[in-house]
């Protein structure tokens, strides 16, 4: 493991709440993703960004919100508009023409 | 855009069998296609990949191929082994736009000891 890392591993919120996930990489990757999972269906995309203070909206970005101050840094905002934000979110890095290489996820759980 | 179909989306076998995993896809403007293992609680991780002007791809037990004019590729898995069991996405996109990458929903594999 390590290049890339999320945190928490695990996060508990009340429904109404904003909260941010973490995703730092050290593999000097231009690009970044956030992703999320939800059981029996593939990834779909949020945001992604290709490079530092710019970012565009993937499949489902309604109610997550991104920031990109930093190369490394990619967290995500997943707001109270987010009508069901129960999911394991997966972030991701990759280098130009490179495989995407995943983080190991945060499971957030909204009550 | 870009749409994957994967199947089966759940696949169960004897220890020893083979397992094929398909997946199609609608962009003929895809040349790059990588499968994911992914086992439970765990971040999904790279276990083979493809390119368009390739047809077959063979990594020890695991293969690949690819079918650019029916628009269709293959995870093959030979021998399998019980630390084999997890779950597999295929995908699809263009080279140098992983933005655009579009994954399967996944098949659960089980091999059973």
């Given at each position: 493991d390590g290049g890339i890392t999320q945190s928490p591993k695990y996060l508990f919120r009340k429904e109404g709440q904003n909260v941010t996930l973490s995703c730092e990489q050290n593999?000097?990757?231009?690009a970044m993703y956030w992703y999320r999972q939800d059981p029996g269906q593939g990834l779909r995309l949020i945001y992604y960004s290709q490079i530092v203070n710019d970012f565009q909206k993937g499949d489902i970005a309604e109610g997550y919100s991104v920031s990109r101050e930093k190369k490394e840094s990619f967290p995500l905002t997943v707001t109270s508009?987010?009508?069901?934000?129960t999911a394991f979110y997966l972030c991701a890095s990759s280098g130009q023409g490179q495989e995407q290489y995943f983080g190991p996820g945060t499971r957030l759980t909204v009550t | 855009g870009e749409n994957v179909e994967q199947h089966p989306s759940t696949l169960s076998v004897q220890e020893g069998d083979s397992a094929v995993i398909k997946c199609t896809y609608s962009?003929?403007?895809?040349n790059y296609f990588p499968w994911y293992k992914q086992e439970l609680g765990k971040r999904p991780q790279l276990i083979i990949d493809i390119r368009s002007n390739v047809g077959e791809k063979k990594d020890q037990r695991i293969a690949v191929t690819l079918n650019k004019t029916a628009k269709h590729f293959s995870l093959h898995i030979t021998e399998t082994q019980p630390e084999d069991s997890a779950v597999y996405f295929c995908a699809a996109t263009l080279m140098y736009n992983n933005n655009d990458m579009r994954f399967g929903a996944g098949t659960r594999l089980t091999v059973k000891p």
């Open positions: 593999l000097n990757h231009d508009a987010q009508k069901n934000p | 962009d003929s403007a895809s």
